[in-house]
C-alpha cells in the first residue's frame, strides 16, 4: 500500500531558530502534497497545498514566509518552520495521494507526524 | 467540500459492533463519503470510502442512505485498539483536492 514517512517524528528547538520537516512517498509518486497542522484536542487544519515544481498554496492566516514549502521531487516535500516561536509548537502532519492511482477513488495517506516543541 | 456533522464522543464495548453516524446534508453528486480515524499523537488512517453504494473492507463496512444525506461507520467487532478519533469527510477524488476535517467522532471501546 502506499506509505508516506514524515521525518522527525519528534523535535525540540530554541525560540529563533529554523526547523525542518521531511515528508517522502516511498512507493507512488505525489505530485500534490498537504500539509495540516494540529493543535491539542483540535482537529487538522490545513496549513498549505504543495505542488511539485510550483509554489505552494497557503490558507488563508498561515505565514508563507513562516513556513516554507519546498516540493522538489514528486516523492519530497519539506516544510521549514523559520524564526519558531512558543505558539509554533503544534503536531505537524503531511498527506499525499498517489497521482496514477488517484483516479481510482484511492484514498490519501499521512505520513506519522511531526511534534514540534518550541522552547 | 460539503460539510459534515457527528457526535463528538461515542462509548462502545469491546467485541461488540461500534456504529459511528455522519450527516452530510449538503453533500453534491460528486461528492465521495471518506472516513479516516487518528490514534493518539499518530497520522489519520485511511478506513473506507463510498460515492453511494455501501461498501465494506477488512477494517471496516460503510453504509450509505439513498438520499446520501447521511452515513454509518460500521466496525464490526471493536477492539480496544480501536479507540481513536474518527473522522468523516466528503470530498471530491481530484488528486489535487485536500481533505477538510471537521471535529470528527471520539470513540472509546471499554473492556
Known amino acids: 500500500g502506499a506509505v508516506v514517512s514524515q521525518h522527525p517524528s519528534r523535535v525540540i528547538c530554541k525560540s529563533g531558530t529554523s526547523v525542518k520537516i521531511e515528508c517522502r512517498s516511498l512507493?507512488?509518486?505525489?505530485?500534490?502534497m498537504f500539509w495540516y497542522r494540529q493543535f491539542p484536542k483540535q482537529s487538522l487544519m490545513l496549513m498549505a497545498t504543495s505542488n511539485e515544481g510550483s509554489k505552494a498554496t497557503y490558507e488563508q492566516g498561515v505565514e508563507k514566509d513562516k513556513f516554507l514549502i519546498n516540493h522538489a521531487s514528486l516523492t519530497l516535500s519539506t516544510l521549514t518552520v523559520t524564526s519558531a516561536h512558543p505558539e509554533d509548537s503544534s503536531f505537524y502532519i503531511c498527506s499525499a495521494r498517489d497521482r496514477i492511482r488517484a483516479g481510482l477513488n484511492y484514498g490519501y495517506t499521512f505520513g506519522s507526524g511531526t511534534r514540534l516543541t518550541v522552547v | 467540500d460539503a460539510k459534515t456533522t457527528q457526535p463528538t464522543s461515542m462509548d462502545c464495548a469491546e467485541g461488540r459492533a461500534a456504529n459511528l453516524p455522519c450527516n452530510h446534508s449538503?453533500?453534491?453528486?460528486?461528492?465521495?463519503v471518506y472516513w479516516y480515524r487518528q490514534i493518539h499523537s499518530q497520522g489519520p488512517q485511511y478506513i473506507i470510502h463510498g460515492l453511494k453504494n455501501n461498501e465494506t473492507n477488512e477494517m471496516a463496512s460503510l453504509i450509505i442512505t439513498e438520499d446520501r444525506k447521511s452515513s454509518t461507520l460500521i466496525l464490526p467487532h471493536a477492539t480496544l485498539r480501536d479507540t481513536a478519533v474518527y473522522y468523516c469527510?466528503?470530498?471530491?477524488?481530484?488528486?489535487?483536492?485536500?481533505?477538510?476535517f471537521g471535529g470528527g467522532t471520539r470513540l472509546m471501546v471499554k473492556p
Open positions: 469527510i466528503v470530498s471530491t477524488p481530484s488528486a489535487g483536492n485536500m481533505l477538510t
Open positions: 512507493d507512488f509518486q505525489a505530485t500534490t
Open positions: 449538503t453533500i453534491s453528486g460528486n461528492e465521495y
